[in-house]
């Protein structure tokens, strides 16, 4: 850890206050007198692990700052010296490892006292708990450390699987027909070296490609280049892929298992896909535009990171399943970037892998590319021929799921809505939500709505009438927006007028077939309720008659 003198300290101050409100290894706190004990063990567990996934030196929880807006208003926490430093003890008795404040720093300035714990990262592999328990950060909430930080700090330290020596096997476990790919594909990636390539031997070539370690046959290299029978070196893990034919019903009408070599082994999978013509009418054309259901190369993307970040370990299978207009890939461990969005903002390599070794050796066999855009080229794809965004399913820790739907699900908007506009990536996922009825975070909720993409009220969205002209989505549109409430009143209103009166099943038949097609049977029904309690409760234009039940009528107030 770093020594700080009086004016390092001050500078370090200045350095954190300046720091966005959403840095997760900083906290600050008023604490203008005291602070629950439990808490400040929950922020020392999180803090410090904070600190270690995102690289510092420490974390740090300062007290006497207010935070919104951040200013100094001092402290008067523990003003004995002595019980102050008792903290570290108090605190090392309930962590793991008995891990505590590297230092307790106090600086008496001019707007008052201010206290700085510099805590310490988590243990490579280890992560801090408290009570038991493990604590993170989620910008400047606190909670429970979720499953993928607590794997990526495991990952600190824990040995690559992937670049693991297999120590009885040789050259002669390698597939040649692998091999002579890999040159083809090394040379594509590397030109420059194309003429050299022809003249090395397969161990300095695969050595170049960092498929070896020293002419050593690694995990990578059963994976990608082994013989179908050299996969028990792999043992106890698996490196298995299993594509399944699935029909509309659900059941099983094809499958057929792939080992090692994967590098070719994941063409032959490719090829079993029935990638069928789709048609479609395009800008009021009387001839269909055809394109094949699925992108060639958004299909083997997804199938290599699959490869590239499978955890064996698991001895789990990669799964793609072929269903009648959609492809399911499954592949075991968690998605260590945590989430799709976080990949498309950052559009960066992420900071961890779980196969780093694999994962360098296919990029350098052109099977993947870890400039970190991949998946936003997949989205961006998928919008440019008209089509759903892919569905990643993140909820299982232990696995991975994507589908990749090979037909637009509405031929009215959803596919000149992604061509037609201006609208960022985010929206078109969001929007992309709406069409699929997902439920969508308060922040895309909040955006779409602020420039008025979607209207209704939660759960039932839907584009908004703008968007919906702009793509023909004109009648969808009408039939699922509501009309005022003062038209439904008025139409009411006018039937009593009329007829001289109204009973319940009169007024929902009058009403039902005008509210939008969005909202169920049910709540049709308590929007009527609702409509025809206001009218008598708060504009008393109407009231019943003939007592409660079945045989009320509604009449006109007054009457």
Same mark, same amino acid.
């Given at each position: $850890? ?38 400040? +063990? ?38 004995? @010296? ?31 006292? !201010?206290? $700085? ?19 993170? @950060?989620? +910008? /400047? ?104 034919? @699935? ?24 090829? @079993? ?42 001895? +789990?299978?990669?799964?793609? !399943? ?14 260590? %970037? ?28 052109? $099977? ?74 308060? /922040? ?46 008025? $139409? ?55 007592? %409660? ?8 107030? +007054?009457?």
């Amino acid at each position: $850890m770093k020594a700080y003198d009086s004016q390092a300290l001050h500078r370090k101050l200045s350095e954190l206050m300046a720091l966005p409100a959403e840095i997760e290894w900083v906290e600050f706190k008023q604490a203008s007198r005291s602070f629950h004990f439990d808490k400040l +063990g929950q922020y020392f567990s999180a803090l410090s692990n904070e600190a270690r996934l995102k690289r510092q030196e420490a974390g740090w929880l300062i007290f006497g700052i207010q935070n919104h807006p951040r200013k100094i208003v001092g402290s008067d926490f523990r003003l004995d @010296r002595a019980d102050l430093d008792n903290l570290k003890k108090e605190i090392a008795d309930q962590t793991s490892n008995r891990l505590t404040f590297a230092e307790i720093h106090e600086l008496h300035l001019p707007e008052g006292r !201010v206290v $700085m714990f510099e805590i310490p990262p988590a243990r490579p592999g280890v992560p801090t708990a408290w009570k038991g328990h493990h604590y993170g @950060r989620d +910008g /400047e909430s606190i909670g429970p450390l979720n499953p993928h930080e607590h794997e990526l700090i495991l990952l600190v330290t824990q040995p690559d699987w992937s670049g693991e020596i297999c120590p009885n096997a040789s050259l002669t476990d390698l597939d040649p027909a692998a091999i002579a790919r890999a040159r083809e594909f090394f040379r594509s990636k590397y030109p420059n070296l194309a003429s050299e390539v022809e003249e090395w031997r397969d161990e300095t070539f695969l050595n170049k490609a960092k498929v070896l370690k020293n002419g050593k046959i690694t995990t990578t290299a059963i994976i990608l280049l082994g013989r179908e029978e050299s996969e028990y070196h792999l043992e106890p893990a698996i490196a298995r892929i299993s594509w399944i034919l @699935r029909d509309q019903s659900g059941m099983e009408k094809d499958y057929q298992h792939f080992g090692p070599p994967f590098l070719l082994n994941s063409n032959h999978l490719f090829n @079993r896909i029935r990638n069928l013509t789709y048609r479609y009418m395009r800008d009021h054309s009387l001839f269909p535009v055809e394109i094949t259901q699925y992108d060639s190369w958004v299909i083997r993307e997804l199938l290599h990171n699959c490869i590239a970040h499978q955890d064996y370990a698991l001895r +789990g299978r990669i799964n793609v !399943v072929e269903e009648e207009d959609s492809l399911f890939f499954v592949n075991g461990g968690s998605f260590l %970037p945590e989430s799709v969005e976080n990949v498309i903002r950052l559009d960066a390599p992420p900071e961890y892998y779980r196969n780093q070794f694999l994962t360098d050796a296919m990029v350098n066999l052109q $099977m993947i590319d870890t400039i970190g855009s991949g998946i936003k080229r997949i989205f961006n794809l998928q919008r440019g021929r008209f089509f759903p965004m892919p569905d990643y399913d993140l909820s299982d820790p232990q696995r991975v799921k994507v589908r990749l739907l090979g037909k637009i699900l509405n031929e009215n908007y959803t596919k000149l809505l992604m061509k037609n506009t201006n609208l960022s990536l985010f929206d078109v996922i969001a929007l992309d939500k709406v069409q699929k009825k997902y439920q969508l975070s308060d /922040e895309e909720f909040n955006r779409l709505k602020r420039i008025r993409l979607i209207e209704g009220r939660r759960p039932n969205l839907f584009v908004a009438g703008r968007i919906a002209e702009a793509t023909q989505g004109k009648v969808d549109y009408i039939r699922y927006r509501a009309f005022d409430k003062g038209h439904y009143k008025q $139409m009411i209103l006018a039937f009593i007028k009329k007829f001289g009166s109204a009973s319940r099943s009169e007024i929902d038949n009058l009403l039902y077939e005008k509210l939008p097609d969005i909202l169920s049977h049910e709540q049709k029904k308590n929007k009527i309720r609702n409509l025809l309690q206001e009218m008598s409760k708060n504009d008393r234009s109407i009231r019943t008659q003939g007592g %409660p039940g079945r045989h009320a009528k509604w009449i006109l107030d +007054g009457n």
